[in-house]
C-alpha cells in the first residue's frame, strides 16, 4: 500500500530517514466469510450468496487471534465476502479489541448498513471501516451485480459517518469506470469521509477472469495525476493506493517535476518503505483457515491455523514462494530485474507477472512507467 498523503507531507515537513525495517507481525486481511450478498466482478475469493462449509468458527477465531496478537500483528482487518453477515462478527470484533491490537478494521460493502447495524459498527470501537464505491448509479452497481447496490452503500458511508466512524472509500478503477474518478473523489469529500484507498485491478478471483478490463498505462497515469491532485487539494483525507507499487516511483518522478528541491529526500522515504510488502508485512487468512501471501495469492496455501499456529506458518521459509517474497530486493527478471526503482516498489505484484508471464518473478505487466522511466 502506498500512503499518498504521507508521502506528500514530506514536501513541507520532512521527516528523518531511517533504515527499512519491517514490523515483528504482518498486518492481517481475515476473511471471516465467504458468503456475500452481492456479486462483485472483481471479487478475489470468488463470493457468492451462498453458504459456505469448513469455515473457522468462532472459537477457532479466537484462538488464533490470540496468537496473532502474540506474533506482533499490528493490524487486523475484518473482511469477506461480506462480515456482515457472519452472527458472530461483533463477538469476533470485542475480542480483538480485548486482546490490544492497534488497529482493527472492517470491510465491507455497505449495503446491509442501516440505523441499527450502523449503531452496532459505532458501538464496537472499529478504528477504520472501508466501504467500496466503483462508479456512480448503474455503474456501480453493473460492477457489483445487482441494481440499487450504489444508493444501499451511500447510504452505509452517511451512516457511518453521521456516528463518527472513520469511514474509507475504496475505488477499483478498470477502463469500464475510469470516466467515473473525478466523481467518485467529488463524492469522498462530499461525504466526509476520512479516507479515500485507489486500487488498480490485479489479477485474481473474478479479476483475473476479467484482466481484459484493466485500464491501459495511459489511463492509469492520468488517474495517478488526478489523485495526486486532489490529495494535495485536500489534506483532510487520507490519500492511499494499492495493488501497484509502481505508485511510488510514479510519484517520484511527479515530485521530480514539481518540487526537485525534494527528490532525493523522497526517494529516500520511498526506499525506506519498500514497496510490494506481500508475504512480508501484508498476509491473509481465508475462510478455512488456509494462510496466503496476501488476498491475491488464494491458489497458494502455506498452511492452515487449524494445523500450525499462523506465527509458525509466517516465519516458515521452507516455501520457495515465501522465501522469494521475503527477499530483498527480491531477484526478478525482465523490466523489473534492471529497474532502477526496484528498491522502491520491490517488484510490484508478483500474482499480475505469474498470471501474464507464467513467471511470479518475471516483469510485472502492470507496472505504467516507461522504459526511460524506469532507467533512471
Not at 120 to 128: L, S, T
Not at 276 to 303: F, K, Q, Y
Amino acid at each position: 500500500m502506498f500512503r499518498l498523503s504521507q508521502f506528500l507531507r514530506e514536501l513541507d515537513v520532512p521527516s528523518a530517514v531511517a533504515p527499512r525495517r519491517d514490523p515483528k507481525g504482518p498486518v492481517v486481511i481475515w476473511n471471516l466469510v465467504r458468503r456475500c450478498n452481492l456479486l462483485c466482478r472483481h471479487c478475489y475469493s470468488g463470493s457468492t450468496d451462498k453458504d459456505f462449509s469448513g469455515e473457522l468458527n468462532t472459537d477457532e477465531i479466537k484462538t488464533v487471534m490470540a496468537d496473532l496478537h502474540g506474533f506482533g500483528v499490528p493490524a487486523l482487518i475484518l473482511s469477506g465476502g461480506e462480515p456482515l453477515l457472519r452472527s458472530d462478527l461483533f463477538e469476533i470484533a470485542a475480542e480483538a479489541k480485548s486482546l490490544g491490537f492497534p488497529s482493527v478494521a472492517l470491510s465491507t460493502n455497505g449495503t446491509l448498513v442501516d440505523d441499527a447495524m450502523a449503531d452496532r459498527i459505532g458501538g464496537a470501537g472499529f478504528d477504520y471501516v472501508g466501504i467500496s464505491v466503483d462508479g456512480i448509479g448503474a455503474v456501480h452497481d453493473t460492477f457489483r451485480g445487482r441494481p440499487g447496490a450504489f444508493a444501499e452503500a451511500l447510504g452505509g458511508i452517511r451512516r457511518c459517518v453521521a456516528r463518527r466512524v472513520k469511514v474509507g472509500l475504496r475505488f477499483t478503477m478498470t477502463r469500464d469506470n475510469a470516466h467515473h474518478l473525478p466523481d467518485v473523489l467529488y463524492l469522498a469529500r462530499e461525504m466526509g469521509v476520512g479516507k479515500f484507498y485507489f486500487s488498480h485491478l490485479n489479477y485474481a478471483g473474478r479479476g483475473n477472469a476479467n484482466r481484459e478490463e484493466d485500464a491501459h498505462h495511459r489511463m492509469t497515469r492520468r488517474a495517478m495525476d488526478s489523485l495526486f491532485d486532489a490529495a494535495s487539494r485536500m489534506p483532510e483525507v487520507e490519500f492511499v493506493t494499492g495493488n501497484n507499487d509502481a505508485d511510488g516511483a510514479y510519484f517520484l518522478k511527479w515530485v521530480e517535476n514539481r518540487r526537485p528541491e525534494r527528490a532525493g529526500h523522497v526517494r529516500a522515504k520511498l526506499a525506506q518503505w519498500g514497496g510490494n510488502a506481500s508475504g512480508r508485512n501484508v498476509a491473509n487468512i481465508d475462510n478455512l483457515g488456509w494462510v496466503h501471501p496476501d488476498t491475491m495469492w488464494w491458489h497458494e496455501r502455506l498452511g492452515n491455523v487449524r494445523q500450525r499456529p499462523f506465527s509458525a506458518i509466517w516465519s516458515d521459509l521452507s516455501n520457495p514462494l515465501m522465501a522469494g517474497l521475503k527477499q530483498f530486493p527480491r531477484r526478478l527478471s525482465g523490466r523489473c530485474g534492471s529497474c532502477a526503482h526496484l528498491a522502491l516498489c520491490n517488484g510490484n505484484s508478483r500474482v499480475r507477472a505469474e498470471r501474464i508471464h507464467d513467471d511470479r518473478w518475471g516483469e510485472d505487466p502492470g507496472c505504467y512507467l516507461t522504459d526511460a522511466e524506469i532507467a533512471a
